[in-house]
Structure formats: structure tokens, C-alpha cells
């Protein structure tokens, strides 16, 4: 406050607040006492994050409460998300989703085959789909045939590389599953 208005002195800036001398240089000492406990918890974060640069919020307050308690410092989660985001030393969320679905492709698209189909029984009608599960350095696919009364897998095949004569080999395995004799 003082610095806003130098010629007006001290005492009647805290009458005017309602506020006593002793109240403002209190708040300053804590003031100098926060900024001092802050800089001590960002040294150990940063040193902390040295090692294990990708370790959250959580599990970083429970590695700092005994470092902090050598120095007579107790902090809450709360505080120290607030003063990591007030730092911007929050762990930003990747986006692991990757869009492995195109529709708009050239290629031909089929229509739904079962239309008005009632299934009332398994083994009636099966589904198929193919899911892409990510690998090292590399997709890999796993084809799945289902009963679509039941539920129940028929037929299962992972493959490494999508190759479509695998998937002849994911329905031959629900051929044996089934009742049905070929």
C-alpha cells in the first residue's frame, strides 16, 4: 500500500483499512515466510522431478512430506496442486486416442445383410469385427467372430499383420466351436 501512495504515511493508511501497523508488517513477515517455504518446495520438486519427470500431483506430496518435515514444513495436496499450477509444474494429460476408423474411404462399403432379421436362438446369425490393439512398433489386429444371440466368441485369431486369408482361419476356428456340422 505504501508504495501506491508515498506521501501518505503508514499509520493513516491503516486507519483508513481499519487495519493496526502491526497487522501489515505481521502479513509481510508471513508474506517472506510463504515465498521462502515455496522456494524450498519447488527446489525439492524440481530435484525430485530430476529423476521421475513424469510423476504426478499425488504420489509426488507423499515423496515431499518427509523431505518438507526436515524443514518444519507441512503442506496439503490442494496446496501443492495450486502452487505447481501457479509454477505450470503440472503433468500435462496425453491424448492416447488414435483414430483407426475411416469411413469415407474409396474403397466399396457393404450394406447390413441381416435388415429385419428376428434372432431368437443361438447360432442363428454370427458378427464379425476386427479390433486394432497397438503393439511395440507396430498394430496388431484381432479378429472376432460372435454369436450375436448368446454372445458367445466363436472364433478368435490375433494376428501381427493384417492379411485377410488369416480371417478365413479366425472362421474355421468357429465352425469347430459350434453345433452346426459342415
Known amino acids: 500500500m505504501k508504495h501506491d501512495f ?3 504515511g503508514l499509520e493513516r493508511l491503516c486507519r483508513l483499512f481499519g487495519k ?3 497487522a501489515i508488517y505481521d502479513h509481510q513477515r508471513r508474506r517472506s515466510k510463504e515465498r521462502l517455504e515455496d522456494d524450498i518446495i519447488l527446489q525439492h520438486v524440481h530435484q525430485i522431478r530430476q529423476t521421475l519427470p513424469r510423476l504426478g500431483t499425488r504420489k ?3 515423496k515431499l512430506e518427509p ?3 526436515d524443514h518444519g514444513i507441512e503442506i ?3 496446496y501443492l496442486f495450486a502452487l505447481l499450477s501457479d509454477h505450470k509444474l503440472l503433468i500435462r494429460w496425453r491424448k492416447r486416442k488414435v483414430i483407426t476408423t475411416n469411413s469415407r474411404h474409396w474403397l466399396r462399403k457393404y450394406t447390413n445383410l441381416t435388415g429385419e432379421l428376428v434372432v431368437n436362438g443361438p447360432e442363428q446369425l454370427w ?3 476386427i479390433t486394432y490393439i497397438r503393439l511395440v ?3 496388431g489386429y484381432l479378429s472376432l467372430i460372435t454369436d450375436a444371440y448368446s454372445h458367445k466368441i466363436m472364433g478368435i485369431l490375433f494376428s501381427p499383420g493384417f492379411i485377410g486369408t488369416r480371417l478365413c482361419r479366425c472362421v474355421a476356428n468357429g465352425i469347430k466351436e459350434s453345433s452346426l456340422s459342415w
Request: glycine residues 10%; positive net charge; aromatic residues 10%.
Open 6 to 8: 508515498p506521501k501518505v
Open 60 to 62: 509426488l506430496h507423499f
Open 137 to 139: 512398433n507396430q498394430w
Open 67 to 69: 523431505l518438507l518435515k
Open 76 to 78: 496439503g495436496r490442494d
Open 127 to 129: 458378427v464379425s469385427d
Open 20 to 22: 493496526s501497523r502491526g
